[in-house]
């Protein structure tokens, strides 16, 4: 066993000059943004919401703003996609009175513009529909263009929904990522054979070049399974607060109790140990920089002996009352002690879902 920090070269993947990805060892990151924009304004843009019913004619012009962000990490042909999104969608509608001009056509009696506003669509929330609001321009119609909004939220919020389904559906089968995954897919099943003979030493249509070569105590040699490896995890999560709320409920173990719903115990001070969700996750404070800077050697139960994490928590308020963390976790194990390979994976989304997402919604600070 190396020293920690040292590594292993049997627990290592190790790098290929040429930059590539073998078989998709690694977890892979694609940013999605640009591509998440393309495919929204697609989704969203000249739709028609209604078509003369009620007198009432609404149709979608552009996608406006699309902030946030939005990726996917592959592994191994598994995907987890992440995106926090808020969404701006410019529209223009139109009330008709049923009777005809002097031109023989219908006299509209109010033309409006206004927006569709998704404060939120996040990968949390994939299988519930997001919030939508429905704004009118600033001069508000009066009774009519209230019966527009009214129409718009019964008959029109239906089928914008739908759309924003269709991207959420593509984003969890990988995105821009889905062509390459369907390509490995069937490259790797030629490929699989070739590989069947290299792992057995074998060419293919031939014999093991070390055929009844033995060592000198008389038994075959055998390659024995390597260890994966470490990963590190980066994370980058909002919150509508000061940067000192959110350091503060991370070093406070009654608002842990509170928001895990589990027991928690932290010593607030450097060389100080913590305890957390029963005893699941233990470790040892390293470095505190209040409203700043938290450091931590943290581990699972459930990892081998011996083995630690570096927890690295920046706060960041770049205006007042709006903060961004910066999670940065190096040294995580890709298998725990029982050799279960989905550490990464369920460390990710503990630290997202039952951390990150758990505070914003029992504090309110949600974007």
């Known amino acids: 066993m190396a020293k920690y920090g040292e590594g292993d070269k049997r627990w290592i993947v190790a790098e290929r000059s040429d930059g590539t990805n073998v078989h998709n060892w690694h977890w892979a990151e694609r940013d999605c943004l640009d591509w998440s924009r393309s495919l929204l304004s ?25 902030d946030g962000e939005a990726y996917v990490n592959v592994r191994k042909g598994k995907v987890i ?3 926090e999104l808020s969404i701006s969608l410019s529209f223009e509608a139109e009330a008709r009175s049923d009777s005809n001009g002097s031109d023989g056509v219908t006299a509209p009696l109010l033309r409006i513009t206004g927006s569709v506003e998704v404060p939120y669509l996040a990968d949390e929330n994939a299988s ?35 759309k924003i389904r269709d991207y959420v559906q593509a984003m969890s089968k990988g995105g821009p990522a889905k062509d390459e995954l369907e390509v490995r897919k069937t490259s790797a099943g030629s490929e699989k054979p070739q590989l069947v003979a290299e792992a057995s030493g074998t060419p293919v249509g031939g014999v093991p070049p070390n055929h009844g070569i033995s060592d ?3 038994k075959s040699h055998k390659k024995k399974k390597e260890k994966e490896g470490f990963k590190t995890i980066t994370m980058t999560e909002r919150f509508r607060c000061r940067a000192r709320d ?28 913590f305890s957390l969700f029963d005893g699941s996750i233990t470790g040892e404070i390293e470095e505190l920089q ?36 910066k999670l940065i976790q190096n040294g995580v194990p890709e298998e725990d002690r029982f050799g279960n390979s989905t550490v990464i994976e369920n460390t990710e989304r503990g630290w997202r879902e039952l951390i990150f997402h758990k505070i914003r919604a029992l504090f309110g600070f949600g974007i």
């Open 246 to 273: 959110i350091y503060e409920i991370l070093m406070d173990e009654n608002r842990w109790k509170g928001f895990t719903q589990s027991n928690a115990r932290i010593a607030k001070e450097v060389g100080g140990q």
């Open 81 to 83: 996609p992440g995106y």
């Open 216 to 218: 000198l105590t008389g």
């Open 42 to 66: 697609s989704l969203l843009s000249d739709l028609t919401v209604l078509d003369g019913e009620g007198g009432i004619f609404i149709r979608t012009k552009t996608l406006d703003k699309l």
């Open 290 to 325: 209040e409203g700043r800077l938290i450091v931590q050697k943290w581990r699972f139960s459930s990892w081998a002996d011996g083995i630690h994490s570096t927890v690295k928590l920046e706060f960041n308020e770049p205006e007042l009352g709006f903060t961004v963390v």
């Open 128 to 162: 519930d529909d997001p919030e939508l609001k429905i704004v009118i321009g600033d001069d508000d119609g009066g009774p009519i263009g209230r019966r527009i909004k009214e129409a718009f939220i019964s008959k029109g919020k239906p089928v914008i929904l739908e």
